[in-house]
């Protein structure tokens, strides 16, 4: 018996990737907010950033907003790479526009790298 899934329309897939960023929104917000205000620090709220973007990433996956799973991946590698950047050289931010491209723009083709190479095969349930 195979398991199938019936395809999603354009609607559905544009209510679902809202859905999932607006998700991601409120518990980044709540994470990073009560990090803020039990911790003292940089490290909370830059953590709170990263484990809301799994977060996010993990409701995207699963009701299948891939366009919000890919953003978020982005999203978690550029907070990541920010923060180890903190702690390694001990500057909360870098400065203008071009450390700001830098790193989006590795995280996009980090993640784009990675959808390319990625098994996208679906395993198919057969009973025997």
């Known amino acids: 018996m ?14 679902r990737n809202i859905a999932a960023l607006a998700l991601f929104w409120i518990i980044t917000f709540v994470i990073v907010q009560s990090g803020i205000r039990l911790f003292s620090g940089w490290f909370a709220p830059s953590a709170g950033e990263i484990l809301g973007a799994a ?39 870098g400065q203008g526009f071009p450390f700001y491209a830098a790193l989006t723009i590795a995280a996009s083709l980090g993640v784009a790298g990675t959808l390319l190479v990625s098994n996208r095969s679906r395993v198919v349930l057969t009973q025997e």
């Not at 195979?2 to 209510?15: C, D, G, L, N, W």
């Open 2 to 15: 195979t398991t199938h899934r019936p395809p999603i329309t354009a609607t559905q897939s544009i209510v």
């Open 55 to 93: 977060a996010g990433i993990l409701i995207a996956l699963r009701i299948r907003a891939r366009v919000a799973a890919y953003v978020l991946t982005a999203a978690a590698a550029i907070s990541s790479a920010g923060l180890a950047i903190h702690a390694w050289f001990g500057i909360h931010v």
